[in-house]
C-alpha cells in the first residue's frame, strides 16, 4: 500500500483536476442545440474516464472496460466514515433497484464504491462492507498510485487527516458521479444524497443522453 | 477544556440576565454593599458561569438512533434532537457508552463538493432551542465498537454536561432511510 507516511500531514497528494467538477457541479448547463437548461448537466465537454485498474471486492480487475456500453453511478468514500458515505450508499443502494426498471439503467447498470483509503480497505473489508448496502453494489479500490489514475480523470480529491494516536480521517469528494455508457462523466450529485435525488438525476441525464448522444 | 465553536444552529438568544434562584452566593453579593470592587467582579463572573451551565438532565432527547454499522466496521453515527425547554442554556460536554470506546461530536461540512468533519469539543443547546443532529450535517460519532448490534437493539448512551446527572439515553439501532437527509 502506497499510504505509508505518517510524518506527512497530506499522504494522499491530490489531484487537483477539477474544470468541470467544480465549474459545473450543480449548475445548470445549456445545450448548444436547443438552447434549454439542463439541471446538473456537465455539458459540452465532459471529462472523460482514462484508463485504471482497480481491485474489486471479489479480487477481480475493475479497468474502464467494465463500465463500458452500461450506465455506472460511483461514490468515492472509504469504510471507516461514519456520516456521509452510508447514508450515500443506503441512497445508491434503494435506488440502483428502482433503477433496474429504467430501459436505460436496466440489469447492466451499476452502483459503484470506491475506497480512498486503501491502507484500511482490503477487499475482504469491502465484500463486507458493499454487500451490507446491497449484493449488487460493486467495491473497490487500489493504492493510492493506481487510485490516481482514476480520481484525476474526474477532479475527484482525497486527503488523509490525522486524528488522535493512529487514527486518521480522509476528506473526499462526496458525490455520485454518473458515469455514461460512452465512460462521460455527465453529471455529479452533490450532498445530500438521497434516492429521489439519485431517481431524478438520472432520469434528466439519461434523458439527455438518449436524445442528444 | 477549551471552548469550542458554537453550532451555528443554536446560536445564543439575546440573556435574559436571570440568576439561578438556588444560588446562595448571588444573594449574597445582591446584600452586601461592603464587598471590594473585585470581589463583585468576581461574582459577577460567577453569576455568567453558572447561567450557561446547567444540569443534562433538563434537557429532551427526541429521535434518536445509531446507524448500524456495516460487518467487520467498528465506527458509526448517532442522530437525535436535544431540546432544551428552560430559561438556560446548557453544554455537553461530553459523551460516553459501554457500546464505543470514543464518542466525539461532528460537523459534517461540503465544501467545493469535498466532505469534511470538523470536531466539536462540546456543543450548546441554548435557552427555548434545539440541537439537530442528522445524517450529512451534525452527529455524535462513535469509534471503537465493542460487540456487535442488530437492528432494533438499544444502545444506552450518557451525556455529560460538566455538572448534575448525566442525561441517559437509550437509542435504537437502525440503518439509514433511503431518503433520509438533514
Not at chain 2, 439575546?14 to 463583585?40: C, E, H, I
Request: proline share 8%.
Amino acid at each position: 500500500m502506497a499510504l505509508s507516511s505518517r510524518t506527512g500531514l497530506v499522504i494522499l497528494p491530490l489531484v487537483v483536476v477539477v474544470a468541470a467538477f467544480f465549474a459545473g457541479v450543480g449548475v445548470s448547463r445549456y445545450n448548444q442545440s436547443d438552447q434549454a437548461p439542463v439541471e446538473g448537466l456537465l455539458w459540452p465537454d465532459p471529462l472523460v474516464l482514462k484508463d485504471f485498474a482497480l481491485t474489486d471486492h471479489t479480487g477481480d480487475k475493475l479497468s474502464p472496460a467494465r463500465l463500458r456500453g452500461r450506465w455506472s453511478l460511483i461514490f468515492f468514500g472509504f469504510t471507516h466514515c461514519p456520516d456521509v458515505c452510508p447514508t450515500a450508499l443506503e441512497a445508491m443502494s434503494a435506488a440502483q433497484q428502482s433503477l433496474r426498471q429504467d430501459p436505460q439503467f436496466g440489469q447492466t447498470g451499476q452502483t459503484i464504491f470506491i475506497s480512498v483509503d486503501p491502507e484500511r480497505d482490503s477487499t475482504e473489508t469491502l465484500a463486507n462492507y458493499v454487500g451490507y448496502f446491497s449484493p449488487e453494489m460493486l467495491g473497490a479500490t487500489a493504492p493510492v498510485d493506481e487510485l490516481k489514475a482514476l480520481t484525476s480523470s474526474l477532479g475527484v480529491l482525497f486527503m488523509k487527516i490525522p486524528g488522535e494516536g493512529t487514527q486518521y480521517t480522509v476528506d473526499h469528494s462526496a458525490g455520485v458521479f454518473f458515469i455514461s455508457p460512452d465512460l462521460q462523466l455527465l453529471s455529479v450529485l452533490t450532498p445530500p444524497i438521497t434516492k429521489t435525488g439519485l431517481l431524478e438525476r438520472f432520469e434528466t441525464v439519461s434523458r439527455f443522453y438518449s436524445t442528444h448522444l | 477544556m477549551k471552548l469550542p465553536p458554537v453550532p451555528p444552529n443554536t446560536r445564543r438568544r439575546s440573556s435574559s440576565g436571570r440568576t439561578r434562584p438556588d444560588s446562595g452566593t448571588l444573594k449574597k453579593a445582591t446584600t452586601r454593599p461592603s464587598r471590594t470592587r473585585l470581589g463583585r467582579h468576581c461574582l459577577l463572573v460567577l453569576a455568567c458561569l453558572a447561567s450557561t451551565v446547567n444540569a443534562c438532565e433538563d434537557l429532551l432527547i427526541k429521535n434518536g438512533w445509531v446507524r448500524q454499522p456495516p460487518p467487520g466496521i467498528d465506527v458509526t453515527a448517532a442522530y437525535f434532537v436535544l431540546e432544551n425547554p428552560g430559561t438556560e442554556a446548557i453544554d455537553i460536554t461530553g459523551v460516553t457508552s459501554d457500546a464505543f470506546a470514543q464518542a466525539m461530536f461532528h460537523q459534517t461540512s461540503v465544501m467545493d463538493g469535498r466532505s469534511r468533519m470538523q470536531h466539536l469539543a462540546q456543543i450548546r443547546v441554548n435557552a427555548g432551542s434545539q440541537f439537530v443532529a442528522a445524517p450529512g450535517a451534525f452527529h455524535l460519532m462513535l469509534t471503537g465498537l465493542r460487540g456487535s448490534y442488530q437492528q432494533g437493539e438499544e444502545i444506552e448512551m450518557r451525556l455529560e454536561c460538566g455538572r448534575g446527572p448525566a442525561l441517559l439515553a437509550r437509542l435504537p439501532v437502525r440503518p439509514t432511510e433511503p431518503d433520509e437527509r438533514r
